[in-house]
């Protein structure tokens, strides 16, 4: 079994799938629009260049999506991107934070050298973190 997040947007997938790509290194392997599917007879114009289906490989993980006229920004659940520097961390979380809405600036914590939360211009939650390694119990 494999489970996988799926995000819906409202006119922006083409969009965010592209800059995620760019941004957190995936690579987009599948891109369909409303105007690809082979019944047209319930498609809207305005939806034809609209994204059916996507799927993005963000490192061990891939992330689907697609665009419906009712998506709402997230609320509750958050894609969490665990990296291996602060540079990276700080990196990742000034690009998806642009235009965006910081919920917790990017910082030190006790779990975390660096640790933030936000929504990108996209509606979707991110928490990214830099986790601090783990010390043996004595």
């Excluded at 957190?24 to 392997?29: C, M, P």
């Amino acid at each position: 079994m494999k489970m996988h997040t799926y995000v819906n947007f409202a006119g922006k997938c083409a969009e965010a799938f592209r800059f995620y790509e760019k941004h957190l290194g995936g690579t987009i392997s599948m891109m369909m629009t409303h105007g690809q599917a082979p019944d047209q007879s319930n498609v809207s114009p305005d939806w034809k260049d609209a994204v059916l289906h996507a799927r993005i490989s963000l490192g061990d993980t891939e992330l689907l999506g697609a665009d419906i006229p009712s998506a709402q920004p997230m609320r509750s659940a958050y894609l969490s991107v665990s990296v291996e520097s602060d540079d990276e961390a700080e990196r990742i979380f000034s690009a998806l934070s642009t235009g965006g809405e910081v919920f917790m600036p990017m910082q030190e914590t006790f779990f975390a050298t660096r640790f933030g939360q936000l929504r990108d211009r996209f509606g979707v939650n991110w928490m990214i973190i830099h986790e601090r390694p783990l010390r043996p119990r004595a």
